[in-house]
């Protein structure tokens, strides 16, 4: 079983490697397959979250906001037992606007995070959450920044960053 980084360490870790992390994202950026790299990502993220307890942690629930598809907004509201009009006044962030159709909540912790880490969306959990840390995601090269990002919030994420360190060899490389 895999020992995961603790979420009280993970900030500090993140930071203290940040460095390393960029120039990791350089030598992948023109040394690595595009493919290869994700199906690594996949590989390691099916194998990790496989092992890990999400509800345990939330971490990325307490420091984020959550992000709502308006095209939910109504089925949101029926789930929760309120009207649309009472879903965007209470949860959304209207007057930030809505990216390509998707709106912060208004809070963080995520407005939707009840305290035994469940989220109170149940099964209408975004999209965004469900695929948080995006880590089989397709075309991770191109969105290393924000994997880099991720692995200040999610456990899981840095562990497959770290992973992903030790596969392509780049620590050894790099004394």
């Given at each position: 079983m895999?020992?995961?980084?603790?979420?009280?360490?993970?900030?500090?870790?993140?930071?203290?490697?940040?460095?390393?992390?960029?120039?990791?994202?350089?030598?992948l950026?023109?040394?690595?397959?595009?493919?290869?790299?994700?199906?690594?990502?996949?590989?390691?993220?099916?194998?990790?979250?496989?092992?890990?307890?999400?509800?345990?942690?939330?971490?990325?629930?307490?420091?984020?906001?959550?992000?709502?598809?308006?095209?939910?907004?109504?089925?949101?509201?029926?789930?929760?037992?309120?009207?649309?009009?009472?879903?965007?006044?209470?949860?959304?962030?209207?007057?930030?606007?809505?990216?390509?159709?998707?709106?912060?909540?208004?809070?963080?912790?995520?407005?939707?995070?009840?305290?035994?880490?469940?989220?109170?969306?149940?099964e209408?959990?975004?999209?965004?959450?469900?695929?948080?840390?995006?880590?089989?995601?397709?075309?991770?090269?191109?969105?290393?920044?924000?994997?880099?990002?991720?692995?200040?919030?999610?456990?899981?994420?840095?562990?497959?960053?770290?992973?992903?360190?030790?596969?392509?060899?780049?620590?050894?490389?790099?004394?």
């Amino acid at each position: 079983m895999k020992e995961f980084i603790s979420v009280d360490k993970l900030a500090y870790y993140a930071r203290r490697n940040e460095k390393k992390n960029l120039q990791f994202r350089i030598w992948l950026k023109t040394h690595v397959d595009e493919e290869d790299l994700d199906e690594r990502c996949r590989r390691l993220h099916d194998e990790y979250f496989a092992q890990y307890d999400c509800s345990k942690c939330r971490n990325c629930c307490k420091s984020c906001h959550g992000y709502i598809p308006e095209e939910d907004f109504q089925k949101d509201a029926d789930h929760l037992g309120i009207s649309r009009e009472e879903f965007i006044e209470k949860y959304i962030d209207i007057e930030k606007g809505g990216d390509e159709g998707n709106y912060d909540t208004k809070h963080m912790p995520c407005d939707f995070l009840n305290e035994d880490g469940a989220c109170m969306l149940g099964e209408n959990k975004p999209e965004a959450c469900v695929k948080y840390p995006y880590t089989a995601e397709p075309g991770r090269l191109w969105a290393l920044y924000s994997m880099i990002d991720n692995i200040a919030v999610c456990p899981v994420a840095y562990e497959i960053f770290e992973e992903l360190k030790r596969e392509y060899g780049f620590n050894r490389r790099r004394k």
